[in-house]
């Protein structure tokens, strides 16, 4: 497979972690390098929603987890056999290829079975067993095309039929018997320039007459043949080597191994590594949605290193990541906030920086490089720095993020506040959504030693209508807490007018914030100036949780 590199954002992301993916991506394409790849971890919340729509940009690959699957593993380059070839053209092509298998798809290019070499050993030792009289089926076309025979007289060419193999090798009485031993059977027999024997087959009406060491019938002969609607062929090769391409010319539909069942690319490998082991081959078929062969999977491509690879953006903490990124190589990790990641088995590319947005970052790294930044990409860009600075009124604004959002407003022509306050507004509305919808919308995981705790952020122009859903979103908060095994989960709602906030906080019976902490009811918490989750709240609750833990 193709290597992919996945530029993605923490778990249920915010405008500034989903711009950040889609511009960093673009830069790495600009600069040719198409193998990075935009993703998202999670769904659009309705500020990036609008933001996507306003400015027609594409939206990031919706990445929802990265368990180890198929498609990560897989070799696509793998080729395939119709099922009505011979089992000799499979084999030749299996060698060409250097493939230890071979699917084999239908008429409509699905899937059908799988041949493999202990499955054609198997059925091989079972045609050539002198022990047993085995009928072959095939058609006179697979016989004529797998040993390049010479047609002579040919009639039902690809009808496929049952028939038993005799060699005109005794005397003629006795060979005259071995043919009337199968006068109610397809035969196919084997003759050289005996005469004979030639006229004794077309006489007794075999299906196939197949003469050896480049033998041809005589004018008569033919005429005979003719009439008797027997088919003739000439092998170049001896006997011997005939008749075994005769048991080589079976459809490989009927020599593969169909109990063989293939997988997705979508299937994970824990559930696949055990139906790799259980096959004789080690080996399984990959097929899409339509069930056409895509790729394979062997038990020795699980030990290879997945065709994917990550750069992190606007989160470091693997517990805010994609689920199942650590099974997968982190190339860069493009930051604002604290840090908490841990360590990794080889060097990296880390930037991290006290900006207000991961965004700035960004702008910065396209100038850094001199590239020019696309109109589209610089406006969500400047998006992103406003959305995440509160339209540049955050504390944790610096002077870097006001240079680089005035400089994308200019090359872009977009007015700072007008832009600001449009996207706050199309973010701010609560009106009929969920309460599992608001927390969920900018949710994230924090680990403090043993302790864990979830704080999301929504910015609304008024906190009116949080306050009198607040039973609303305390159940939620408590069904959060329950679901991550929290010390308490919080809800930070920031009222964009005034550029303060009020807190809800869902906690265990034990946990108890300061008193020095203005409240206005029960768990319910007003914080003057306080818009900032990472410099304002975290450092606040952390102070606090560390009292608890004592």
């Known amino acids: 497979m193709k290597n992919t590199v996945y530029i993605i954002g923490h778990r249920n992301p ?18 040719g390098q198409d193998e990075y790849v935009a993703a998202r971890a999670g769904h659009f919340n309705p500020q990036t929603e609008y933001i996507y729509k306003k400015f027609n940009v594409r939206p990031p690959l919706y990445v929802p987890d990265l368990i180890p699957k198929v498609q990560y593993y897989m070799n696509d380059q793998c080729e395939t056999v119709d099922q009505g070839w011979s089992v000799w053209s499979a084999l030749e092509k299996m060698e060409r290829s250097q493939r230890a298998v071979l699917p084999v798809v239908d008429a409509d290019g699905k899937y059908a079975s799988l041949l493999h070499y202990n499955i054609f050993a198997k059925d091989v030792l079972t045609l050539l067993n002198p022990e047993h009289n085995v009928a072959i089926v095939t058609s006179i076309s697979l016989i004529i095309k797998t040993m390049n025979a010479q047609p002579q007289v040919v009639t039902r060419a690809d009808d496929n039929f049952k028939a038993f193999v005799v060699v005109g090798a005794a005397q003629l009485e006795t060979f005259k018997k071995i043919l009337e031993a199968h006068t109610s059977e397809e035969v196919i027999a084997l003759a050289d320039d005996r005469t004979d024997i030639q006229e004794a087959c077309i006489d007794a009406g075999v299906r196939l007459l197949v003469l050896t060491a480049g033998t041809v019938l005589n004018k008569s002969l033919r005429e005979k043949a003719e009439m008797r609607g027997v088919s003739v062929v000439s092998s170049p090769y001896a006997t011997s080597s005939t008749m075994m391409l005769i048991y080589y010319s079976t ?14 690319p979508d299937d994970t490998v824990t ?31 699980l030990l290879k290193e997945p065709c994917i690879e990550v750069v992190l953006v606007d989160h470091n903490e693997l517990v805010q990541a994609v689920e199942g990124v650590e099974h997968f190589k982190i190339r860069e990790v493009i930051d604002h906030h604290r840090l908490g990641m841990s360590g990794t088995k080889y060097p990296i590319l880390f930037i991290n920086k006290p900006v207000g947005s991961t965004a700035t970052l960004i702008a910065g790294l396209y100038r850094e490089n001199k590239v020019s930044i696309p109109k589209d990409i610089a406006s969500i860009l400047l998006c992103g720095i406003l959305s995440d600075t509160l339209i540049l009124q955050s504390a944790t604004t610096t002077d870097i993020d006001r240079e680089t959002a005035q400089y994308l407003s200019d090359i872009t022509n977009l007015d700072i506040q007008e832009l600001g306050t449009e996207i706050l507004t199309a973010g701010s509305r609560v009106g009929n959504r969920s309460p599992a919808d608001i927390v969920h919308q900018d949710m994230k995981e924090y680990t403090q030693g043993k302790i864990v705790y979830t704080v999301s952020q929504i910015e609304v122009n008024s906190t009116d209508e949080i306050l009198n859903r607040k039973k609303e979103f ?31 906080v869902a906690g265990d019976t034990q946990f108890k914030l300061s008193d020095n902490l203005p409240k206005i009811e ?10 900032s989750r990472k410099k304002q709240l975290i450092p606040l609750l952390t102070e606090q949780i560390a009292v608890y833990a004592g």
């Open 522 to 531: 029960d768990n319910v918490y007003y914080l003057k100036d306080v818009v």
């Open 271 to 301: 559930n696949v590594r055990p139906l790799i082991q259980a096959s004789p081959c080690r080996c399984l078929p990959v097929v899409d949605n339509g069930g056409r062969v895509i790729g394979s999977i062997a038990e020795h491509d």
């Open 251 to 264: 459809p490989v539909s009927l020599m593969a191994d169909a109990a063989v069942q293939p997988v997705h």
């Open 14 to 31: 915010d405008t500034d972690s989903v711009v950040a993916a889609t511009a960093y991506a673009k830069l790495k394409q600009l600069m």
């Open 474 to 504: 305390f159940d939620e908060l408590e069904l959060e807490r329950r679901g991550h095994k929290a010390l308490c989960s919080v809800l930070l709602v920031t009222d964009i007018t005034t550029l303060s906030s009020i807190m809800l």
